[in-house]
Nanobody, 119 residues
Framework: QVQLVESGGGLVQAGGSLRLSCAAS????????WGWFRQAPGKEREFVAS????????NYADSVKGRFTISRDNAKNTVYLQMNSLKPEDTAVYYC????????????WGQGTQVTVSS
């Protein structure tokens, strides 16, 4: 089992920045990659960014490319999402997930952190 705890959400004006953190504990040795997803009211959960545990290979949704940066600290079992030039449409609950080597699926999720961008 892997436990994930997100932090760093909040209210920010358009154009501002926030940095989300996701700390993992438990059996993290089987992690293939970390991912950030978000879900706005009335919408499906959508992919934002991911980073592999080994190699640090990143992938981003087109809507956040050039504005968001995902990074990880394997020693601390923590992944970060630096969000710059925030827009009102970035408002959502942001979730951290772990993709397992065994299943290659996101098997573990955090509780989510609210990000609200005012215009």
């Amino acid at each position: 089992q892997v436990q994930l705890v997100e932090s760093g959400g909040g209210l920010v004006q358009a154009g501002g920045s926030l940095r989300l953190s996701c700390a993992a504990s438990g059996r993290t040795v089987g992690t293939y990659s970390w991912g950030w997803f978000r879900q706005a009211p009335g919408k499906e959960r959508e992919f934002v960014a991911s980073i592999t545990r080994g190699g640090g290979i990143t992938n981003y949704a087109d809507s956040v490319k050039g504005r968001f940066t995902i990074s990880r600290d394997n020693a601390k079992n923590t992944v970060y999402l630096q969000m710059n030039s925030l827009k009102p449409e970035d408002t959502a609950v942001y979730y951290c997930g772990v993709k397992s080597l065994a299943t290659m699926r996101y098997d573990y999720w955090g509780q989510g952190t609210q990000v609200t961008v005012s215009s």
